[in-house]
């Protein structure tokens, strides 16, 4: 069974908040799904993955210093995270305040490792990005998110 991480960082509930709908729907794909805050998380942990969502809450626009850390420290794995499906999400202060480029800045570490990250030309079209706790309509975006990703894992890994 094809088995995907999903590891946040969060200082106030409303990332960890998100990262447990996300967890959620995954497992609802049938899906085995491990949720873990990032200090749980060591750069080797992630190779046992098909795939890895990553949360952050947006710290002047970019992900938290935390989440930063693991990718950094990920350079020692570097090249064995090649054609994993990675996905990205965020909770912020407010709309445009800096969502997209967190959730972007994550995605671009995720492409310098080979990941495969898929679009959306629905809406949330780089990754969820939510003001707060998110709305009801953030929590369908995340559930649909994880539903996409689950649905590219388990194309990849037939
Ligand atoms: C150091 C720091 C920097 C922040 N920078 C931003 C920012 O640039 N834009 C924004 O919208 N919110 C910013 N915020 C607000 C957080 O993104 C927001 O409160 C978020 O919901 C916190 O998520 P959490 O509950 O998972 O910790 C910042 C908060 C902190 C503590």
Known sequence: MAKILVVYYSRTGNTRRLAEVFAEALRE???????????????????????VAVGSPTYYGLMASEVKKLIDDSVKIHGKLDGKVGA?????G????????TILSIILSMLIHGMIVQGDPEDYHYGVAVKGRGGKSDIEATRRKAKRMADLVKKLTS
């Open 94 to 101: 407010g709309y445009s305040t800096g969502a997209e480029t």
């Open 88 to 92: 990205a999400f965020t909770s912020a």
């Open 29 to 51: 794909e049938g899906l085995e799904v491990d949720l873990k805050s990032i200090s749980e998380v060591k750069p080797e942990d992630l190779e046992a993955y098909d795939g």
